[in-house]
């Protein structure tokens, strides 16, 4: 039975282990398996209606009318799954502070997939409605759980799909976003990624390293080794940034700010504060704490950004559903 409308939300995920190139571009499966932390600040609310006197769907994101084919692709492929023509208006508001310059598609691609999946009275586990967000947008997969999450490539299309590690966090981490440029990415990740597959002469490396970095990070979850864990996400980071200086055109995402953080947090270290930095497809560093030392570290960011480019997160929970 169609249940016309529902309303989801999903929080965003930070990549410890990250995904940086694609098998299956279509189906978007992964090169190696990937592992993330899911962030309690940053989320996406969105409502779905289909409604049979649409002609075509209506996105509106952030009050604004939106065209995007992604989001319509991603809607044929629910209508196909649900057997159904109706059209739909999608209304989605991003709690990622408008100025974060945070990625949001992994948070608006989780969100999408519950709400619409539910509207269209589809029934979905959290296994199927992981490979279904993950259609829209490949690290969206991972942010259906809470917690740490590893994402499993698998083969095909029902065979990729995040699932949980931790999903109830005992252990006081935190992140620390800073936010160097808020402007969109020059290199959007889905060419940044496939010019490194197809170019980069280290990137069987980088697949073979993987699989190791993500024992590391799991082992040093479970024995709440700060150091370990953040070492490995650090150099993990590293790795796939040296994958896009090393591709032909080469590229790089960092910022003379996100070099001068880097190396903040590499001389916090020497103080005997535990930090360690990751950075996605963009300039912004994303560092890893425990919360004890993060009033001591956006002290000292201070010295290179104002206040109001630090933002704070910890873990945060899965998908879920929003009375509306
Ligand atoms: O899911 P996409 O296409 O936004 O790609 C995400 C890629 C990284 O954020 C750089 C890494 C990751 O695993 O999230």
């Given at each position: 039975m169609l249940k016309a409308t529902a309303k989801a939300r999903a929080h965003t995920n930070i990549a410890l282990v990250k995904y940086w190139g694609k098998e299956n571009q279509e189906l978007i499966i992964p090169m190696n398996n990937s592992f993330s932390l899911t962030l309690d600040h940053f989320y996406t609310d969105t409502l779905v209606s289909f409604d049979e006197s649409l002609t075509a769907d209506e996105f509106i994101l952030n009050g604004q009318v939106t065209q995007d084919q992604k989001l319509v692709n991603f809607m044929n492929l629910v209508r196909q799954k649900a057997n159904l023509a109706s059209f739909a208006r999608i209304e989605s508001v991003n709690?990622?502070?408008?100025?974060?310059?945070?990625?949001?598609s992994a948070s608006a691609y989780a969100a999408l997939a519950k709400a619409a999946s539910v509207a269209a009275g589809l029934d979905l586990t959290n296994r199927q409605l992981s490979c279904l967000a993950r259609r829209g947008s490949?690290?969206?997969?991972?942010?259906?759980?809470?917690?740490f999450v590893e994402w499993l490539?698998?083969?095909d299309d029902e065979s990729s799909y995040a699932i949980p590690f931790m999903e109830q966090v005992d252990w006081d981490l935190q992140m620390i976003a800073v936010v160097v440029n808020n402007q969109a990415?020059?290199?959007g990740s889905r060419h940044g990624m496939q010019v490194v597959v197809e170019t980069s002469p280290y990137y069987p490396a980088w697949v073979e390293t993987t699989k190791k970095d993500i024992a590391a990070v799991k082992q040093a979850i479970i024995a709440k080794d700060i150091d370990q864990l953040g070492q490995i996400a650090e150099e993990n980071a590293m790795k796939m940034h040296a994958l896009n200086l090393s591709a032909s055109p080469h590229f790089s995402y960092f910022e003379p700010d996100s070099l001068r953080v880097m190396e903040l947090v590499a001389k916090l270290r020497t103080q005997g504060i535990s930090c360690y930095y990751t950075l996605d497809a963009g300039p912004n560093i994303k560092i890893i704490c425990l919360k004890e030392d993060t009033s001591k570290i956006t002290h000292a960011l201070e010295e290179i950004v104002s206040k109001d480019q630090l933002f704070i997160a910890s873990p945060g929970p899965g998908v879920s559903l929003l009375d509306y």
């Open positions: 709690h990622v502070p408008t100025s974060a310059g945070l990625a949001s490949g690290s969206a997969c991972r942010s259906i759980y809470g917690g490539k698998g083969q990415k020059k290199i």
